[in-house]
């Protein structure tokens, strides 16, 4: 059984710093998705990591994924308010990004 | 291009009601999903679908139903409202079902049974 593990769950930050957060996961895949998603709103992708050794970086957000490992990571630079956010980490069932089997959520907050 | 959209916002239910939840997509999507989400969990995948007439359950469908007569929308069904099923619910599109690109969400319906 597939099972997708995050963590930390709650990370509390100082603007100006760097963090990862991990997801781990049971069973094989080649892709991993991440997404953002604010207090009391909808869910917004991120990245989609398609391929071992891929990264992706989006302005203070950099993305990696070790399929060797079942390890994808989040690293958060020179962090801002702005990122605040509950991030999360998706594993597909196979090949489709239908069926996605979800961790847990890391909640970020940022103070200035 | 209003993309995901989902109705109701919000709904209460007493326990033992029916009710169905809507999604519909404008982006001609052939993949859609049925997520809950709980407090200090993850998405939970209920049902989902990979085109008009097809649809599949997931990790959680007891208690709901769903069908696909057009590429559009995808209903969801509650049969017999339970606590239990207080959560909130999410849609989710994708254009290609093999997982190059990402899955698109609508605003979610917040659900409360009592």
């Known amino acids: 059984e597939l099972k997708v593990e995050q963590n930390p769950l709650f990370l509390s930050m100082q603007e100006g710093k760097n963090y990862t957060i991990y997801c781990n996961y049971s069973t094989t895949s080649d892709r991993l998705y991440w997404y953002r998603q604010d207090p009391g709103k909808s869910l917004e992708s991120l990245f989609v990591?398609?391929?071992n050794g891929a990264v992706k970086q989006e302005g203070r957000l950099m993305a990696s994924l070790d399929t060797k490992a079942r390890l994808s990571t989040l690293h958060i630079t020179a962090a801002v308010h702005d990122l605040s956010a509950t991030y999360f980490c998706a594993v597909p069932r196979g090949y489709s990004n239908y069926q996605l089997i979800w961790g847990a959520g890391t909640k970020l907050i940022i103070k200035p | 291009n209003a993309g995901v959209t989902q109705t109701p916002k919000f709904q209460v239910l007493k326990t033992g009601q029916s009710m169905t939840l809507q999604c519909a997509q404008d982006?001609?999507?052939?993949?859609m999903s049925w997520y809950r989400q709980d407090p200090g969990m993850g998405l939970r995948l209920i049902h989902y679908s990979v085109g008009a007439g097809i649809t599949d359950q997931g990790e959680v469908p007891n208690g709901y139903n769903v069908s696909r007569s057009t590429t559009e929308d995808f209903p969801l069904r509650l049969l017999s409202a339970a606590p239990s099923q207080t959560s909130v619910y999410f849609c989710?599109?994708?254009?290609?079902?093999?997982?190059?690109?990402?899955?698109?969400f609508g605003p979610g319906t917040r659900l409360t049974v009592l």
């Open positions: 989710a599109s994708s254009y290609k079902g093999t997982g190059e690109d990402e899955q698109f």
């Open positions: 990591l398609l391929s």
């Open positions: 982006m001609n999507h052939e993949y």
